[in-house]
């Protein structure tokens, strides 16, 4: 079943939050899903902890170096999809993880250090690509993007990406206030209450996009092989 690897050195790039999103969005449409959780900070297994976990999601955490290929290959048995959520260094750990990915996300904000991290990953998927002899196809995410206004910084990172002839998704990540309300009360974004969290809908739209095109990716690649 489809791996999906979230990646990029750099911290609070949004990798565990578009990570959560996508897992949801999935496990929603009826896909078993199960969530490698190889951040430190394990987010993702504080979120399942609180109320609200659809049944179709599974958490691993406790992951190590030694251990995420087998328990990568584990989950691939049992879930129709998994993702996972790597820690924000260029470890041994996030090119193992990597080197058995179907798809690497890598999210980026605005700024010029989110590309030179992002341009790390890159680097890295490239040479996991040479050891395994098969193409690893991967994507860059724009997050917490402006849903009204596309800042200069972004627009300046876009056209870098871009001229390096970087595939970027065509769904980014809008900064929503329901995407920071999923880790501090759970569930899904269809569990938010409209009258205390603001614009949940678009939030909602947003991810469904988001995963719509993950899903196209992933189709496309497996046609192409």
């Known amino acids: 079943?489809?791996?999906i690897s979230f990646a990029n050195p750099k911290g609070g790039a949004g990798k565990t939050t578009s990570a959560l999103i996508l897992a949801t969005q999935l496990s929603e449409g009826g896909a078993s899903v199960t969530i490698i959780d190889a951040d430190p900070e394990r987010w993702i297994s504080q979120w399942a902890s609180l109320p609200g976990k659809p049944e179709n999601i599974s958490i691993v955490s406790g992951v190590t170096e030694d251990g995420i290929v087998d328990q990568i290959e584990a989950a691939s048995g049992t879930s129709q999809f998994v993702i996972v959520d790597l820690e924000?260094?260029?470890?041994?750990?996030?090119a193992n993880a990597i080197g058995m990915s179907d798809l690497v996300?890598?999210?980026?904000?605005g700024s010029s250090m989110d590309a030179r991290g992002g341009a790390k990953t890159i680097r890295l998927i490239s040479n996991q690509a040479?050891?395994?002899?098969r193409a690893i196809p991967h994507c860059v995410v724009l997050t917490r993007t402006?849903?009204?206004?596309?800042?200069?910084?972004?627009?300046?990172?876009?056209?870098?990406?871009?001229s390096g002839?970087?595939?970027?998704?065509?769904?980014s990540i809008v900064e929503r206030a329901a995407y920071r309300d999923l880790f501090d009360y759970g569930g899904t974004l269809s569990d938010l209450d409209p009258s205390q969290v603001s614009n949940v809908d678009?939030?909602?739209?947003?991810a469904r996009q988001f995963a719509g095109e993950v899903v196209g990716k992933l189709k496309r690649s497996q046609e192409d092989q």
């Open 88 to 94: 924000g260094t260029a470890s041994l750990m996030v």
């Open 202 to 206: 678009k939030a909602i739209e947003n």
């Open 165 to 171: 002839g970087i595939d970027i998704c065509e769904t």
């Open 1 to 3: 079943m489809p791996v």
């Open 130 to 133: 040479k050891m395994a002899r």
């Open 105 to 109: 996300l890598i999210p980026i904000q």
């Open 146 to 162: 402006s849903a009204a206004v596309r800042s200069r910084a972004l627009k300046n990172v876009h056209e870098q990406l871009m």
